[in-house]
């Protein structure tokens, strides 16, 4: 017998054998891949390609030079090349003239398909991402475009928004519109800004989210544009003050006299109009504090969708004066805000429109019927009186519904009250409305479907742990589920659709938290708070409910805690300074000037 034969014999044997070994044993189908298989085979056709093997095709420049390549890799890469060589004469040829890009750039290209890296460079990418566009390659045109977010500044964001428009880079138009209206101040300073046409400074001027601390900023920068090339650009002055909101800045009559000053308005009767209707409606708004604005020129602008702070009120240990602070959630910043004259740590906090902030009743820890307004859209807000509440009252409760305010229930001096006014900001006259089923002090409200709700509570002798709700339309009150434990001094804030009962007092401060839920009527508990806390703060802000302050006690004023209705979970973070008591916040519009 041969070797070979002796040889097919194992064979044939190791076959039967592993037959049998695999018969007796569970095998299941196993699926392998070979990770580097198509990295192998790229390298291999580079090659092949730099080898000119088996290339059917040669692409030749308006510069002479020429590029080789496989017509099925291209294809399979491009659609651009698929249909070329699928639709066209091309697919008959073996030389291409292609005029739209250069050799340098179309080399690059190519190898790209051929390895699937490219070096984006400041040197490249103004002609590589037009040269991706024509080939049609996404992940080039996302490579040059990211590139260029990275580098997009004050000074260069004008014309990178031009050449993201040119080429339809959504993301990145979107983008450099974005850091347009964010650093407004900073981009009016460029060349690029002085070089727009007319057109594209009426879309930057007209956004109502342009980032500007006050509106003069805005006139400052046509006239700017204007005096570059005053003889040709003469002419657009009326159609840019158009989109300058003039009666924000009249509120400011130094500002205001400046401008009317300027030569280029006096000159312009149309102009002169705009001036006009600026004094017209400072006037009116001066006896008519909440006049809703006829045209955009009257609107402040407003910097986002989640450009909203916090407007804390602080009250000192010695001095009877409240301070207010803005707290900024996102950068964690407080600054200054407009002080009161006298202390309203007992008054009834809330805000109409995200706008006018009231403090109603309580003065210096005695029964008051004083009122008094911020409008924080203002150049240069301040505190000013409005009409007086009808019943003395501290320790009341405060909701809006409607534009109406309501000042709820209280103490005035000698008992707890139960009754109930509301003031309509279209004619701004209080009067009185329903009173509530029973008396109370040092509660909670809350907005919630539509109805005012009153949480919690003293009656003068008992803490309480009823509720009871305000319906504006029936004018009157209906009890509802108690909470689990009475709760005096108790925060309270809606969050998506529900009403929590955040801490308070029952024999000894509480960090226990409780939620109602409307659907069903009934109460129930979430995740306790870190910190005990007795007529605390509360805001609701971007889907969070914010807590701060409270009764002094060791380590509260210093804090803020955030509650996630999403995981349930709440979070303790420090504040930058804590020299002063904590008693209460509203969320508000970022004021003008507010721009960290």
């Known amino acids: 017998m041969s070797v070979k034969e002796m040889d097919t014999i194992k064979a044939s044997s190791c076959e039967n054998n592993l037959k049998q070994v695999l018969k007796s044993n569970e095998c299941e189908p196993t699926h392998f891949r070979n990770s580097f298989h198509s990295d192998r085979i790229l390298e291999d ?34 659609p651009y090349f698929s249909a070329m060589f699928s639709n066209f004469d091309e697919r008959n040829e073996d030389l291409v003239n292609i005029r739209e890009l250069d050799s340098t750039i179309l080399q690059v290209l190519v190898d790209y398909i051929y390895t699937g890296e490219i070096m984006v460079t400041k040197e490249n990418v103004q002609v590589l991402l037009p040269a991706a566009n024509v080939l049609q390659l996404e992940y080039v045109i996302n490579a040059c475009a990211e590139f260029l977010q990275k580098q997009l500044d004050a000074s260069n964001c004008i014309g990178i928004r031009a050449f993201a428009d040119l080429h339809n880079c959504t993301e990145l138009l979107a983008s450099s519109e974005t850091l347009i209206k964010k650093q407004f101040l900073e981009v009016v300073k460029s060349d690029e800004f002085l070089s727009l046409s007319s057109e594209d400074v009426v879309k930057i001027i007209s956004c109502n989210d342009l980032a500007v601390p006050y509106e003069e900023k805005v006139f400052e920068s046509v006239i700017k544009w204007v005096k570059k090339d005053l003889d040709q650009r003469k002419d657009f002055l009326t159609e840019l003050m158009e989109h300058v909101r003039l009666p924000i800045i009249a509120s400011r009559p ?15 009767p149309k102009c002169k109009d705009f001036v006009i209707e600026a004094y017209h409606f400072n006037l009116q708004k001066s006896v008519q504090y909440f006049t809703i ?22 009250r000192p240990d010695t001095l009877p004066k409240c301070y207010t602070e803005w707290y900024d959630p996102v950068t964690k910043l407080r600054e200054k805000a407009p ?3 006298d202390c309203r740590w007992e008054a009834g906090l809330c805000v109409v429109r995200d706008q006018f902030v009231f403090a109603v009743g309580g003065v210096n820890g005695l029964c008051s019927q004083s009122v008094t307004m911020l409008d924080v859209s203002s150049q240069s807000p301040s505190w000013i009186q409005m009409v007086d509440i009808i019943a003395k009252r501290n320790r009341l409760g405060v909701g809006v519904l409607d534009d109406c305010i309501y000042a709820v229930g209280g103490y005035d001096g000698n008992r707890a009250l139960n009754s109930v006014e509301v003031f309509d900001v279209s004619n701004q006259k209080w009067r009185m409305v329903s009173s509530m089923t029973i008396e109370r002090c040092d509660f909670g409200v809350g907005v919630l479907n539509n109805r005012l709700y009153a949480v919690g509570g003293s009656d003068g002798k008992l803490c309480l742990k009823s509720v009871e709700y305000y319906d504006p ?14 709760r005096h001094g ?9 009403l929590y009962a955040i801490g308070g007092y029952n024999g000894k ?17 979430v995740a306790d708070m870190e910190i005990y806390r007795s007529c605390p703060g509360v805001a609701v802000l971007d889907g969070l409910l914010y807590v701060f302050g409270g ?46």
């Not at 390609?49 to 890469?77: Q, S, Y």
């Not at 604005?293 to 602080?314: A, E, W, Y």
């Not at 401060?509 to 508990?525: I, Q, T």
């Open 45 to 78: 056709l580079q090659s092949l390609r730099k080898n000119e093997v088996l290339c059917d095709i040669r692409f030749e420049t308006d510069d002479g030079c020429t590029t080789f390549g496989h017509k099925i890799v291209l294809m399979a890469a491009s």
């Open 254 to 268: 130094d500002i205001l006299l400046n401008i009317v000053n300027e030569p280029l308005l006096k000159n312009n």
């Open 293 to 314: 604005p006829q045209t955009i020129r009257c609107k402040p602008r407003q910097f986002g969708d989640s450009h909203k702070v916090i407007l804390m009120f602080n």
């Open 339 to 341: 002080g009161i004259n």
């Open 473 to 486: 339309v029936l004018d009157t009150w209906t009890p509802v589920a108690n909470m689990s434990v009475v």
């Open 490 to 498: 108790v925060g309270v804030g809606v969050l998506d659709g529900l």
């Open 509 to 525: 401060n509480l960090k226990s938290v409780e939620v109602y839920r409307p659907s069903d009527g009934v109460w129930s508990s």
């Open 551 to 596: 009764e002094k006690e060791s380590s509260i004023n210093d804090t803020v805690e955030i509650y996630n209705p999403n995981t349930n979970t709440w979070t303790l973070e420090k504040l930058l300074r804590n020299e002063v008591q904590i008693y209460g916040g509203v969320v508000v519009d970022r004021p003008l000037h507010f721009m960290n």
